[in-house]
């Protein structure tokens, strides 16, 4: 059974920054694409970023020139730094762990508090 572990949420000035980690464990096998996905109150969850173990990124409009996201493929752990945080960035942030169409798994969530 695969998990993921997330840390680093927590609450930050606007204009700050933290720093999210999430470490993937239970499977041998390699995964494909890990992420970062937010959700808001009253809102959907959305991407905001994510990258393959070749370690090509996507990251959502919102958040380019802001954030990082990086992968430590031995470790199957991803980090997120976030910078120059805002109000607007306020969710709680899930990890996802992306190995197939049938294998597909997220972590329970870290909440992440930017007051303005």
């Known amino acids: 059974q695969v998990q993921l572990v997330e840390s680093g949420g927590g609450l930050v000035q606007a204009g700050g920054s933290l720093r999210l980690s999430c470490a993937a464990s239970?499977?041998?096998?390699?995964?494909?694409?890990m992420g970062w996905y937010r959700q808001a109150p009253g809102k959907q969850r959305s991407l905001v970023a994510r990258?393959?173990?070749?370690?090509?990124?996507n990251y959502a409009d919102s958040v380019k020139g802001r954030f990082t996201i990086s992968r430590d493929n031995a470790k199957k752990t991803i980090y997120l730094e976030m910078n120059s945080l805002k109000p607007e960035d306020t969710a709680v942030y899930y990890c996802n762990a992306y190995y197939s169409p049938y294998e597909d798994y997220w972590g329970e969530g870290t909440l992440v508090t930017v007051s303005s």
């Open positions: 990258i393959t173990s070749g370690g090509n990124t």
């Open positions: 239970g499977s041998s096998s390699s995964i494909n694409v």
